[in-house]
């Protein structure tokens, strides 16, 4: 029978009713009392780092969650760690770089509705996340949702309330789980020979800026100080306005002077960016060697690029971290 540490974070799947609104108050060993069939094909340790809607869980929460894995990885054949959805995919994704090449799974679920309710998708989230999790081809981190087992780099919260909220960006599903069976779509356990690799630091000075239809690009000046690495939310394929003024190439020069590096991503969640297409985005590529998403989630952007900064302040290593495929995150590069 295969050993699982459950890790409980809070969440909806967690929360209770109270009159200020859902909080967690569900603790991980009564999260397991509503999955008694678990016992049929695993034993369950369960720990509680701490108890959060997700809404507060930050850069310091993924790297306690990372050591904490690394500390019990000897002790167990696989890791399911409950957590609220709506910065779950953020979560999936920076546990993707800081454990890398895991042989064992690491799945992060939870739920759109309280485990206590009469009608909800918890039991099943958390059932289907222990039977992946016990799973012998089972590997890396994941995200099970729904029937659904999503690459921990792929993942983007598509819907609010639906029980199907989360869905793989320009990436197949790993697997689909129908009851207890599990249909593998990505089957690569065997391909990953390289060694496990826990890292340890992340670089949150990274800024995320969505332009709008007239951004004035001296807001790139009000951020140089206090950010290592800037991600531009641009439009479609990608590129950067010229209304005119100059203003964003210009700010621009600042940020490639003092290598710091940019990445060009996009507001299109489907497909990617791709900087070679337009004028407003060649020239980014060639004279600024702006660093592009491609297909990478945003979620992916964000959590790889503080991860990258976090390993070296060396530009060209920088570089080569981010554009490295991890966890099935980049394909297109
Ligand atoms: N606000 C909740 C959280 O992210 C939502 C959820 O878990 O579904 O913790």
Redesign the pocket.
């Known amino acids: 029978m295969k050993k699982i540490l459950l890790i409980a974070t ?4 967690a ?1 209770k009713y109270t009159p200020d609104g ?1 909080s ?1 108050q569900i603790d991980a060993q009564e999260l397991l009392s509503y999955v008694p069939s678990a016992s049929e094909f695993c034993t369950v340790d369960t720990l509680q780092p701490f108890s ?6 930050s850069p310091g929460h993924w790297l306690e969650l990372a050591r904490l894995i690394e500390s019990k990885y000897e002790y167990y054949d696989g890791f399911v760690v409950c ?6 995919a953020y979560t999936a994704a920076a546990l993707s770089y800081l454990i890398q090449n895991n042989r064992r799974p690491v799945v992060v679920t ?3 509705k309280p485990v206590d309710l009469a009608i909800t998708d918890a039991r099943s989230n958390l059932l289907d996340s222990l039977r992946f999790a016990s799973h012998e081809r089972a590997h890396g981190v994941s995200i099970v949702f729904g029937g659904k087992v999503i690459a921990g780099t792929r993942a983007k919260k598509e819907f609010t309330k639906s029980y199907n ?1 989360f869905s793989s960006i320009n990436y197949p599903d790993i697997a689909v789980i129908h009851d207890d069976r599990i249909i593998f779509y990505i089957d690569d356990k065997d391909q990953n020979t390289r060694p496990l690799v826990f890292s340890h630091s992340l670089n949150q000075k990274v800024f995320l800026l969505k332009l709008i239809p007239g951004t004035d690009g001296t807001i790139l000046n009000s951020l140089f100080d206090a950010y290592d690495g800037l991600i531009l939310e641009s439009f479609g394929v990608g590129g950067l306005p010229n209304y005119g003024d100059n203003s964003f190439l210009r700010a621009m020069d600042r940020w490639l002077i003092a290598k710091k590096p940019v990445v060009m991503a996009t507001q299109v969640t489907h497909e990617g960016s791709d900087l070679s297409v337009y004028q407003v985005g060649k020239i980014l590529k060639d004279r600024y060697s702006v660093l592009e998403s491609y297909d990478m989630t945003l979620e992916a952007c964000v959590t790889k690029l503080m991860w990258a900064l976090g390993q070296s302040r060396d530009i060209s290593s920088v570089r080569e971290l981010f554009c490295r495929t991890v966890n099935h995150d980049l394909l297109f590069i």
């Open positions: 809070g969440g909806t799947i929360s859902l967690p959060l809607d997700s809404t507060n869980v957590h609220g959805t709506d910065t779950m939870g739920a759109q909220a």
